[in-house]
């Protein structure tokens, strides 16, 4: 309780300094709290940037393209690298290498590719989504106790059996943490894709406040944003607890 | 692992990346992609070897905004990761900002850190110590948090002075996570200097990859990226290989 207090108190206080010194240095770069909820309301009732539904939709729509390639070649790529030792040991440890690399060097020559529309987006998002998954099922095949499969199959279960009760169980735990870090990270690409360079989308219609010194929308715009990789987040890990349970 | 399939592992890693080299060449000779997009793997080197220069300079200017941004990450990391895990109030009130802050995608903010710092040097040093920042600050927290709570009791008992807890049992305790939030800020702080650079850059490799992909010189654009990828894949080895020394040190 007393903790909940504190925190609410840090944050309002937080916003009172950042108003009053707003004000008082220069409103327009500084943006106070003040500044932004009409701003906010503006943009909510369609005012400031009537094209915000069809954008956000466009974001939302790339998201679940990026997303949706990441898990299906995710989950390929980690099965098929998990059941064969010898691939497994040899190209592991190169997608690790791989995801040591800032993954933002990919992103000029993706938009050399695919363009400033969507795609080049999608791929990027797919690209962030991708190696999360690829390494958790990897390393969830890993704990799978080969004996359990052992014994399965020694008492008659066939392939799909065997996967779906003894391996799925026993790695879910580890595949669902990737499956939720990829999601995130296929949000953020996507968005830091529209950010560096896009016609449409939220991170388009951000870079046009921020063109424009349009500081009061800019703010408003990243705040929708925001709800969208929040609410994205809340999803995935009510999924996750469900599925937690499920494996329980 | 046996040494043998230590050998067959790296034999076939290294088939892989020739066997894919070759496949690349041999698609962009025979025109099956274009190489307007798509340059030849012969193509990419001359572009690297005829174009050292500016590419060079852009690397070591990056690489100098990463380093100070990364000093600031890992000092400002590890004394505040101190400060607020081993102050109970304080990390039960500012521990759900620090998550939240920390899984925020920052490129929201960056337009505004850009209008408030201007192009050039400044935003790259912020942006990438802010980036690097939150990976070192979450594992310190949590291993101040995790110390051995008897630890501290025994040395309380034995009359250790605050400064001796400090400084002979927390310290060593939290060694390796500082090392593992090391290891991830580094790239972190790479990462949003290079954001930085395509965003609002004026020099810098990410400067340098954005102009070369909107000129459509995808050769040189191709040197820059497997440049950068390795000077980043061979940072990150470097620190594992201290990380190793240092755990066998410690024992």
């Known amino acids: 309780m007393k903790v909940a207090l504190l925190r609410l108190g840090l944050l309002a206080a937080l916003l009172a300094v950042w108003e009053l010194a707003g004000r008082a240095a220069n409103p327009l770069l500084a943006v106070p709290p003040s500044a932004v909820v009409p701003a906010l309301r503006d943009l909510l009732l369609l005012r400031s940037y009537p094209r915000l539904p069809a954008s956000l939709w466009l974001t939302v729509r790339e998201i679940g393209v990026a997303y949706a390639l990441a898990v299906a070649a995710g989950l390929g790529c980690g099965f098929a690298l998990g059941m064969n030792r010898l691939l497994g040991r040899a190209w592991g440890p190169m997608i690790a290498a791989l995801y040591a690399v800032p993954a933002v060097v990919w992103y000029p020559s993706l938009m050399l590719f695919f363009g400033l529309d969507a795609a080049s987006k999608i791929a990027f998002g797919f690209l962030l989504g991708f190696f999360p998954i690829t390494l958790a099922v990897l390393a969830g095949v890993r704990q799978v106790n080969p004996h359990l499969v052992l014994v399965a199959r020694a008492y008659g279960a066939g392939v799909v059996v065997v996967f779906f009760r003894v391996m799925l169980p026993s790695m879910l735990f580890t595949l669902v943490g990737g499956l939720r870090t990829g999601l995130a990270l296929s949000v953020i690409g996507v968005v830091v894709g529209e950010i560096l360079g896009s016609k449409d989308g939220m991170g388009a219609l951000i870079n046009h406040a921020y063109g424009l010194l349009r500081t009061g929308d800019y703010v408003a715009l990243v705040l929708v944003t925001l709800l969208l990789v929040v609410g994205s987040d809340v999803l995935a890990s009510g999924l996750e607890r469900r599925a937690r349970r499920w494996s329980e | ?251």
């Not at chain 2, 949590?142 to 605050?162: E, F, I, K, Q, Y």
């Open chain 2, 1 to 251: 692992m046996a040494p043998g399939t230590m050998t067959t592992s790296r034999a076939l890693q290294l088939a892989t990346v020739l066997a894919g080299l070759a496949l690349w060449e041999l698609a962009a000779r025979s025109a099956w992609v274009d190489p307007l997009f798509v340059p030849a793997p012969s193509a990419v080197a001359r572009a690297l070897a005829g174009n050292t220069g500016p590419v060079l300079a852009g690397l070591g200017d990056t690489l100098a905004k990463t380093a100070a941004a990364y000093v600031l990450s890992v000092v400002l990391g590890v004394s505040a990761g101190i400060a607020v895990g081993s102050l109970r109030l304080l990390r039960d009130v500012l521990s759900p900002y620090v998550i939240a802050l920390y899984g925020m995608p920052k490129i929201l903010v960056l337009p505004w850190i850009v209008l408030l710092l201007g192009y050039g040097t400044a935003p790259a040093v912020f942006y990438g110590a802010l980036h690097g920042l939150f990976p070192i600050l979450v594992l310190v927290m949590g291993a101040v948090r995790d110390v051995d709570r008897n630890l501290v009791t025994v040395a309380r008992s034995l009359g250790a002075t605050p400064w001796q807890l400090y400084w002979k049992v927390l310290l060593p305790a939290i060694v390796p996570s500082v090392l593992a939030g090391m290891r991830l800020g580094i790239v972190f702080c790479l990462l949003g200097v290079l954001v930085v650079e395509m965003f609002a850059g004026v020099r810098g490799m990410g400067y340098v990859m954005g102009s070369l992909a909107n000129g459509f010189q995808a050769p040189e654009l191709f040197a820059a990226t497997a440049l950068v990828s390795a000077t980043s894949i061979a940072i990150v080895l470097g620190l594992d290989h201290v990380n190793d020394r240092l755990s066998r040190w410690r024992g």
